[in-house]
């Protein structure tokens, strides 16, 4: 893929795209998903904040570097505090977790603002960087001096580093792009199901994608779905443009951009064709349609397994498998910044290294499935070798990992999420509801105008 430029703050580029609780930490709510922060349907948490350092020694000699997070990063899981602690019998690890990132972010924002309340470490989502790297940037440490740019996929490292080189973020997990199918379903309804077969029948084009969801319907079996929703695929064909929302100089575009313009209208002929579920991602019925199988694909990102699998009935393990994307793109990733008013920036600043070394984001892969923004990971065992108990005996990380090196570097804005949220749950899911794609088009686009203030 080509190297990412650095762009000025307002032109940050990514390959678009968007990730537990601590032995000891202060979980403010439980996730058992992966990729959560950018699951905005899951269940409501109120007024939940990003949580508040109370720094210093942790009451035992020790230096206690507290971490603010959102989803399901996965660190505690994956043992890795347990590993750094016992590496570092000095440091004591604690985290605040808050389920949705949409209840964090404005949380952290505030923090960031007043400089108070911050936790020496803070997850920021790929939805939020840009802005981040525009509005709060000289409150957050430069981390370039402990991370190693070399270490990361080019995109990920220049998403977090502003005009004049600061590197206020190192990426965790990013979202590699493939198709999640239930070998079962295809084989009822007369398609392939070898996962090199399935690609095929829809390489380089997301119509074909539906198009062969026209030939699934025409034998699928009773009260299933080729696709699982109409934000699902929307989100998936936007995730492989190279200009999406924000165009290079920064100036939002998208309701004159013709790639998002042709993404909406192919999904709402899509939903209007029956060819995909009325579920908004990550609500309840959502999950309810996977628990009873009544869709056959989905735009599946690596964090997605980990969903399929927590939503799924036993009887569904090993019928599912992966095939590549029409086109590479991302869904999804996060970064690990550190307040510059910490009281234990540099301890914190190394962990936030170690944390997103390319070792730790293997074991991290192994355990959780966030997918590594380090390509020297992709050589490891832990990654070539990773299957999953929904997927069998898929290659998993090397579909992902060609998806990774291989989607495009994406121009990314301040309001990202505002937007597809504004696309998804506000315009073409209407289609699975009657309106027609025109209305649902100018739904959204009122929603986003009023939700961005214009």
């Not at 202060?26 to 950018?38: D, E, F, N, W």
């Not at 070898?194 to 690609?199: A, I, L, P, T, W």
Request: net charge negative.
């Amino acid at each position: 893929m080509r190297a990412a430029r650095t762009l000025p703050q307002s032109r940050l580029r990514s390959s678009s795209r968007g990730t537990p609780t601590a032995r000891k930490a202060l979980v403010v709510a439980a996730v058992a998903v992966l990729g959560a922060g950018l699951l905005a349907g899951c269940a409501d948490d109120g007024d939940d904040e990003a949580g508040s350092s109370s720094g210093g020694g942790s009451g035992s000699g020790k230096t206690r570097i507290t971490l603010g997070l959102f989803g399901a990063f996965g660190f505690e899981e994956a043992g890795l505090y347990a590993e750094y602690e016992k590496l570092h019998p000095d440091v004591d690890i604690e985290q605040t977790v808050v389920e949705r990132n949409e209840n964090y972010y404005p949380a952290l924002v505030n923090h960031l603002t007043t400089d108070s309340g911050l936790q020496d470490i803070q997850g920021v989502e790929v939805g939020n960087i840009a802005e981040v790297v525009q509005t709060q940037s000289d409150k957050l440490m430069d981390l370039s001096g402990h991370g190693k740019e070399s270490d990361y996929l080019d995109w990920k490292w220049q998403q977090a580093t502003t005009q004049d080189g600061r590197t206020i973020g190192l990426g965790t997990d990013v979202g590699p792009m493939a198709i999640c199918y239930r070998t079962d379903l295809f084989e009822q309804a007369g398609l392939p199901t070898d996962r090199e077969e399935v690609g095929k029948l829809w390489a380089g084009s997301w119509d074909r994608l539906v198009e062969t969801g026209r030939e699934y319907q025409k034998n699928a079996p009773d009260g299933t779905t080729f696709l699982d929703s109409p934000g699902g695929l929307l989100q998936a064909i936007l995730s492989s443009e190279e200009e999406r929302f924000y165009d290079s100089s920064g100036e939002v575009v998208h309701k004159t951009n013709p790639a998002v313009k042709a993404a909406f209208d192919l999904t709402a002929q899509a939903a209007e064709d029956g060819l995909i579920g009325n579920q908004t991602q990550f609500q309840p019925a959502w999950d309810t349609t996977i628990a009873n199988s009544r869709f056959a694909a989905m735009s599946c990102p690596p964090w997605m397994l980990g969903y399929i699998k927590g939503k799924s009935n036993e009887e569904a393990a090993g019928k599912w498998d992966v095939a590549a994307a029409p086109k590479s793109g991302n869904w999804g990733g996060s970064f690990l910044t550190v307040p510059s008013s910490g009281k234990n920036t540099e301890e914190a600043a190394k962990l936030a290294a170690w944390l997103t070394a390319p070792e730790q984001q293997a074991k991290l892969f192994a355990v959780q499935g966030s997918f590594p923004s380090t390509p020297a990971a992709y050589e490891s065992d832990a990654v070539k070798n990773a299957r999953n108990d929904m997927t069998g005996d898929a290659p998993i990380g090397e579909i992902f990992a060609e998806a990774a090196e291989n989607s495009p570097v994406q121009v990314i804005g301040p309001k990202d999420q505002i937007i597809q949220q504004g696309l998804t749950d506000n315009g073409v899911i209407l289609v699975t509801q009657g309106k027609s794609a025109e209305e649902a088009w100018d739904n959204a686009v009122k929603t986003i105008d009023n939700n961005l203030d214009q």
